[in-house]
């Protein structure tokens, strides 16, 4: 099992940035891929950005290129997303999410663990 806690969600204006956190723990995650998905009310969950632990390789959403930063913290088995520029329309519940066989970057039902999520709200 893993267990998936993210962090640093909130109210921001347009423009501003969030650094938002997802601290993994049990079981190791150093063969998975960590995914950074978000809902908005009425809309289906989307991906926003994820990365292969081993490795590091990134995808981002074109809603977030150019955006954001998803990275990773080997020691501190902690993935970030850092969101600049951020937009009303990027208000959403944040989801991290873990996948052991990851055959899609966006494909929600290959990850296998899933995080409480974190309230992110931007007002224009």
């Known amino acids: 099992q893993v267990q998936l806690v993210e962090s640093g969600g909130g109210l921001v204006q347009a423009g501003g940035s969030l650094r938002l956190s997802c601290a993994a723990s049990?079981?190791?995650?150093?063969?998975?891929?960590m995914g950074w998905f978000r809902q908005a009310p009425g809309k289906e969950r989307e991906i926003a950005a994820a990365?292969?632990?081993?490795?590091?390789?990134?995808y981002y959403a074109d809603s977030m290129k150019g955006r954001c930063t998803i990275s990773r913290d080997i020691a501190k088995n902690t993935v970030y997303l850092q969101m600049n520029g951020l937009k009303p329309e990027d208000t959403a519940v944040y989801y991290c999410a873990a996948g052991a066989s990851v055959t899609r970057w966006g494909r929600s039902p290959d990850y296998d663990y899933w995080g409480q999520g974190t309230q992110v709200t931007v007002s224009s």
């Open positions: 049990g079981r190791t995650v150093s063969n998975y891929v």
């Open positions: 990365i292969n632990w081993n490795g590091g390789a990134t």
